[in-house]
């Protein structure tokens, strides 16, 4: 069980799942996906939209 008591796709504020590949089948197929990776001796921080509401979101953050 993922623990979370509302689908995730009608979830009203964000959600963050740490490892999200290993409950991949249970993610709504418009979400925001967030990779982390080190990269010469730094962070990258890679922001994906998959579906409209996350591009949305996406573009706002960008607008940032």
């Given at each position: 069980a993922?623990?979370?008591d509302v689908p995730l796709d009608q979830a009203e504020h964000a959600v963050l799942?740490?490892?999200a590949d290993l409950?991949?089948?249970a993610l709504?197929?418009?979400r925001l996906e967030?990779?982390?990776e080190h990269a010469?001796?730094?962070r990258r921080v890679t922001l994906r939209a998959l579906g409209p509401?996350?591009?949305r979101v996406l573009a706002a953050l960008s607008a940032c």
């Open positions: 993922v623990g979370v799942i740490e490892w409950v991949a089948l709504p197929a418009d967030v990779e982390l010469d001796g730094a509401r996350a591009a």
